[in-house]
């Protein structure tokens, strides 16, 4: 097994209007490829982040318990 992944897929504007336009700025080739890769690591920073525990709270407030039992404990 190689250490190199290869990718190759069409994006249609109607699918990820933001990603599109970002991508599109740039003309065909390495820039385009580099912006992609920043843009999948910034995300993945971001979900890795995102998925650390929130810091406990003091006291839960009334706005919190009440959310808690309408829609039960988070993810």
Known sequence: ?????RLN???DRADDP???D???RF???SKRVNRLRILAHDGLQHVLIDTS???????PNDLQAA??????PSL
């Open 1 to 5: 097994m190689s250490d190199t992944i």
């Open 18 to 20: 933001r990603l599109y």
């Open 53 to 59: 525990p929130p810091p406990a709270a003091a006291a």
């Open 67 to 72: 959310s808690l039992e309408l829609f039960g």
């Open 9 to 11: 897929f069409v994006l």
């Open 27 to 29: 003309s065909k080739g």
């Open 22 to 24: 970002e991508l599109a």
